[in-house]
């Protein structure tokens, strides 16, 4: 079987830095996603790590570590339109191409 | 280019009815999935299409619930007869044949079965 687990929820103010944590137990493994989800939206995607290190796009960052079963999502510069939920999702094999998602992270950004 | 596009964006039922929701998938995209997500928990995974196959359906919770997608184009899912416990949002997403650039998905049908 597959969880992944994150942070219920997080706060922060506009221009910290988060970071937002996922971990994972999976009987195969792939590579790790994030979505962001605002309020009636779409989850919109934000990174795909497939190997360990970092993953930098503009103000978001991910980051895997397979050996610990562990990757994050750090968001710099916070904004209040970054107020969202964030996924971790794993891919278990290319055979098989469903998401398992984690429970999904609730980010308050506040002014 | 266009999104992925899933109608309704609610529907309201009566416990026994049914309900056909559409996506339409972004052109091009040979792959097609649906999740759904009940009651704020996370999303889950019901199937894959890749063209008008079915690749994948073991996250589809019971024979009530049947997925078409004729022509390899748009896709439907059906509910019949629907119960309480179908209430949530359906996600329709759609790929390119590299999971390197991620799934787009549409902005949900939310079913409210009554």
């Known amino acids: 079987g597959q969880s992944l687990e994150q942070p219920s929820e997080v706060t922060a103010v506009e221009g910290a830095i988060v970071q937002i944590n996922c971990t994972y137990q999976t009987s195969g493994f792939y590579g790790l996603s994030w979505y962001q989800q605002h309020d009636g939206g779409a989850p919109t995607f934000l990174s795909y790590n497939a190997l360990d290190g970092l993953e930098e796009t503009g103000r978001f960052s991910s980051f895997l570590s397979r050996s610990d079963s562990y990757g994050y999502l750090l968001l710099q510069e916070l904004q209040m339109k970054d107020s969202a939920s964030y996924f971790c999702?794993?891919?278990?094999?290319?055979?098989?191409?469903?998401?398992?998602f984690g429970s999904g992270t609730r980010l308050q950004v506040q002014p | 280019e266009a999104g992925v596009t899933q109608f309704p964006s609610h529907s309201v039922i009566e416990k026994g009815q049914t309900v056909t929701l559409r996506c339409d998938p972004i052109s091009g995209h040979d792959n097609l999935y649906w999740y759904r997500r009940v009651m704020g928990k996370e999303i889950k995974f019901l199937l894959h299409?890749?063209?008008?196959?079915?690749?994948?359906e073991s996250g589809m919770p019971n024979n009530r619930f049947l997925a078409e997608r004729t022509g390899g184009t748009y896709s439907t899912l059906k509910v019949q007869p629907a119960e309480l416990e179908d209430s949530g949002v359906y996600f329709c997403?759609?790929?390119?044949?590299?999971?390197?650039?991620?799934?787009?998905f549409g902005s949900g049908t939310r079913l409210t079965v009554v």
């Open positions: 299409f890749v063209k008008e196959s079915k690749q994948d």
């Open positions: 999702a794993n891919i278990m094999d290319t055979g098989r191409r469903a998401l398992t």
């Open positions: 997403a759609s790929s390119q044949s590299h999971i390197l650039y991620g799934y787009t």
